[in-house]
């Protein structure tokens, strides 16, 4: 079947302004991660969902990041008012369940922030 | 908090080998452990999962082995090929989100 989907595979945006990153899970996989990968600081948790509870906001870097998941299938992640900073290859990932399932990898956003 | 550490963090050795890539971290109340591999310029690919409760996992060529208490998973690599040249990442998950801690990763080269 269908792997996770990440769109754009490529973005790249001036400082100051918004960005939209799209996420299409494994249908049927109730739980969803967001990560980044930079190469300053490598592959860090940002975000993650589980069904309908409250989602696990403990990695986001900044007020800056936010994210959603609508009918608990798509997720979007946005950033706003972009700094170079901002930088990375940005992963999404799902998986069955949490806690002990297999986590799959989407092939990632890799934005640029000039 | 978890801190997850790769070693060698490269290795380069000739095909046919067997090897050993060594991961530590500090935080042992872990819910299960991942190895992936992950491509240039690509996503994860998921290797092996080894639950909390599991010693080791095999899938051909590979296999991972857990040390919950102490801290360790060692992934061997038998045979080794040229199509495994990858970095390999660990990644301890923990109890209730099954969040992922990275490790920097261990980056493989398989000369022919």
């Known amino acids: 079947g269908a792997g996770v989907s990440q769109s754009p595979s490529n973005k790249v945006t001036e400082k100051g302004k918004d960005v939209e990153l799209r996420c299409d899970p494994i249908?049927?996989?109730?739980?969803l991660y967001w990560y980044r990968q930079s190469l300053g600081q490598g592959l860090e948790f940002l975000i993650y969902f589980q069904g309908n509870s409250a989602p696990d906001k403990s990695g986001l870097p900044s007020d800056r990041f936010s994210a959603e998941r609508t009918g608990g299938s798509v997720s979007t992640l946005t950033i706003q008012r972009t700094q170079q900073e901002d930088s990375a290859v940005y992963l999404c990932a799902s998986s069955l369940g949490a806690g002990g399932a297999t986590q799959y990898f989407g092939p990632g956003t890799r934005l640029l922030v000039l | 908090k978890q801190e997850v550490t790769q070693i060698p963090a490269a290795l380069s050795v000739p095909e046919g080998e067997n090897l050993v890539l060594n991961c530590s971290f500090t935080d042992s109340a872990i819910y299960n452990l991942q190895w992936f591999r992950q491509d240039p310029g690509k996503g994860l690919t998921s290797l092996l999962l080894?639950?909390?409760?599991?010693r080791e996992q095999t899938s051909g060529r590979l296999n991972a082995s857990l040390d919950k208490s102490s801290g360790r998973s060692t992934l061997y690599i038998a045979a080794s090929q040229p199509g495994d040249s990858a970095t390999y990442l660990c990644?301890?998950?923990?109890?209730?989100?099954?969040?992922?801690?990275f490790g920097q990763g261990t980056t493989l080269q398989v000369k022919p």
């Open positions: 249908s049927g996989h109730t739980a």
């Open positions: 080894i639950q909390s409760s599991q």
């Open positions: 990644a301890p998950g923990s109890s209730n989100t099954g969040k992922l801690i």
